[in-house]
């Protein structure tokens, strides 16, 4: 299967899976990701809302793309700090951009990095979604792990950075001059190291610096994991 073929297969065969085993049903508020393998899971659950599988899903989303996404398919979109969600989802699933054994995670590669860490840190339920060149060994060599900063400090966090063995680059917009802005109004830096890291240590260590805004290292709500593969299966990590 091609890559975008495996991106519909776990988008679906994830949804499918948790309406079959109960952890999605009517009445429950989600939290829904961004990126090019989380909006088929949320077409595929407007799909099953509309054909009556299930009713009275509250959304939560992580970027204006998804948004947009859930105002084309009719799914009523909140904030976490509306009274009807109270700041507490039932379940979020979202992409990735790397996954390793432990079930870590970058996420980050289109910038939503800090409403993703909301939305899925205050959910009951973290799923990810994956298709099989996510899924990695170890963190932090590859994919560079998105660093979003207030624009005024990128020196000082880049030296703070430095010191902790990255190597930062400021990301660039695509058809814009200049950086990427995030939804925040912030810069990003994307940062790779020379050996693989200790996930958990580092996405504290990384928040801790001044002038962090959050970062794209994803260890403190272990998800369920679905992660397709070629021949056309789909891996399940910690579904029980």
Known sequence: MTQAEQKVL???????????????FSGMKIGLG???????????????????????????????QTQNACQDYGIPVYSLNDKI?????????????????????????GAAHVREKLVEYNSKVFVVIADSSKSVSTIGTKFPVPVEIIGEARIPVTNALNKL?????LREGV???GPVITDNGNQILDC???EPINVPEFEDKINGIVGVVE???????????FIS????????????
Not at 10 to 16: H, L
Not at 165 to 169: N, Q, S
């Open 10 to 24: 776990v988008a679906t065969t994830a949804i499918d899976t948790l309406i079959e085993k109960g952890k999605i």
């Open 34 to 64: 961004t990126g090019s393998t989380a909006m088929p899971a949320v077409k595929r659950l407007a799909e099953r809302i509309q054909n009556g599988d299930l009713k009275d899903i509250k959304a939560v989303v992580t970027s204006f």
């Open 85 to 109: 969600i109270g700041g507490e989802l039932d379940l979020a699933i979202d992409g990735a951009d790397e996954v390793d054994p432990q079930c870590n995670c970058i996420k980050g590669g």
């Open 165 to 169: 063995g990255a190597t930062c680059v």
């Open 175 to 177: 058809r814009k001059c």
């Open 192 to 194: 790779t190291w020379k």
């Open 215 to 225: 970062n794209g290292l994803f260890t403190k709500n272990k998800p369920i994991v």
């Open 229 to 240: 593969k070629e021949d056309g299966s789909v891996e399940i990590r910690n579904l029980d």
